[in-house]
């Protein structure tokens, strides 16, 4: 049965009433709607100027299917109603109200911003892009430094979340750099760091604990989670989207803020966050990335629920300018042409991932392994054959090489 509500003839009508302009001043036009004495049909005039009862040069009467015609002819030729001018006046206003609102809370927020990071300058901290982040104790799971890591303009809103304790995902295509950098942080700001990878052999138990029989007794062991929350650890979970859904369960309340981990194998035993503990994920193909699920068979779909409490942020890969400055400072012996050609290789090669020409990604890891291979032996195809062309498929290495082939002469 049709439930559709029926078409107010006279409610339309109603609506199409009055004054539509364009212009202002003696270039002023336009077209004036009123009822007429005749039921169902509708006056219309024309003019131009300032005052509506002079320079009428139509007046005519039409029905509402050629008023409907005319006013759709009057919208794409840009007259507004008056009703319509008042919505815009009022929406402007409203903006404005905003706009002042907003610059007034931003204005009491960077205040309260500079007095944390006043309290913060007492303690001992690092500057990582131009964010203080407060230093941890040096372990053994701290990171190595690698001091070529280059921190771009779009890790600064990242390194914020991490000083305030944020719940940080980094979404992106594989060998974007989304764990490198995680660990980069740690490094500098001497923080272990736990990962944990939802490569589908992960369980729960991996995860949160297990008990087992050690020496005749029966011991509980921890899992990675509760080890990092106790002890202060930044945790990696890469590739969430292929966790199962037992963890995400898990997760689900470590989320909050301030969020304990209830262990209900022991007794209900409720963990509490060390205040060093970081929580990050990974993933390849949620939120924005799940238009490229296709391409990383076995992903799960993440709900917007459970997105909703993480800090999601789109890891792409570095512009040819900036791998161009990774490159020159990992490899100083290059030059800044051959280093930038070598990026725009790179540059290509993912951009034919994207369109899926490639079923591989190229990392920037794969990169750099390429120019020292190529420096050690003096032949690109020499040093791409275990670099690229073994890692790969045979129709891939066919595309890369003619890749490589647009870009430089290979003898």
């Given at each position: ?35 007429s ?14 005052q ?34 008042g ?44 964010v ?23 890790t ?7 000083v ?9 295509h ?54 990092a ?29 301030n969020g ?44 917007e ?8 942020y ?59 291979l ?32 647009h ?5």
């Amino acid at each position: 049965m049709n439930t559709a509500p029926a078409f107010d003839e006279d409610e339309a009508s109603q609506q199409a009433l009055g004054l539509y302009t364009r212009g202002e001043g003696p270039a002023r036009e336009w077209w004036r709607v009123t009822p007429s004495e005749r039921a169902q049909m509708y006056r219309i005039a024309h003019g131009r100027g300032d005052q509506d009862d002079l320079h009428i040069d139509i007046d005519t009467v039409v029905d509402l299917d050629n008023l409907e015609a005319k006013l759709l002819k009057w919208r794409r030729e840009g007259f507004v109603s008056e009703a319509q001018r008042g919505d815009e006046l009022n929406a402007e206003q409203a903006g404005h109200t905003f706009s002042r609102a907003l610059r007034k809370a931003v204005a009491q927020t960077r205040t309260q911003q500079h007095a944390a990071e006043t309290r913060r300058a007492a303690m001992p901290t690092v500057r990582i892009g131009n964010v203080p982040v407060p230093l941890g104790k040096p372990n053994a799971l701290v990171p190595r430094i690698n001091a070529a890591y280059l921190f771009t303009n779009r890790t600064r809103d990242i390194l914020e979340d991490i000083v305030e304790n944020r719940r940080v995902m980094l979404i992106g295509h594989t060998g974007s750099g989304k764990t490198s950098f995680i660990e980069q942080v740690a490094a500098r700001a001497h923080y272990g760091v736990l990962r944990a990878n939802m490569n589908g052999q992960t369980t729960i138990g991996d995860f949160v604990g297990f008990w087992t029989v050690k020496g005749g007794e029966t011991i509980w062991v921890d899992g990675v989670l509760p080890v990092a929350m106790r002890e202060g650890y930044w945790l990696i979970i890469d590739e969430l989207d292929f966790a199962e859904p037992s963890i995400l369960a898990v997760l689900t309340a470590v989320l909050e803020p301030n969020g304990r981990l209830l262990l209900k194998e022991r007794g209900n035993e409720i963990v509490e966050p060390h205040p060093s503990f970081r929580l990050f994920a990974t993933a390849n193909a949620a939120g924005a990335m799940s238009v490229y699920r296709h391409l990383y068979q076995g992903a799960n779909l993440l709900n917007e629920a459970f997105l909703d409490r993480w800090r999601v942020y789109l890891f792409d890969y570095l512009s040819v300018d900036e791998e161009t400055e990774v490159l020159l400072r990992t490899l100083p012996v290059l030059t800044p042409p051959i280093a930038r050609t070598l990026a725009a290789i790179a540059a290509d090669c993912r951009a034919a991932f994207a369109r899926e020409d490639l079923a591989s990604a190229f990392s920037t890891r794969r990169l750099i392994d390429w120019a020292e291979l190529m420096l050690r032996t003096g032949d690109i195809e020499r040093a791409a054959g275990p670099a690229i062309y073994a890692k790969v498929s045979a129709d891939d290495a066919a595309l890369i090489r003619s890749i490589i082939r647009h870009h430089v002469i290979v003898d």
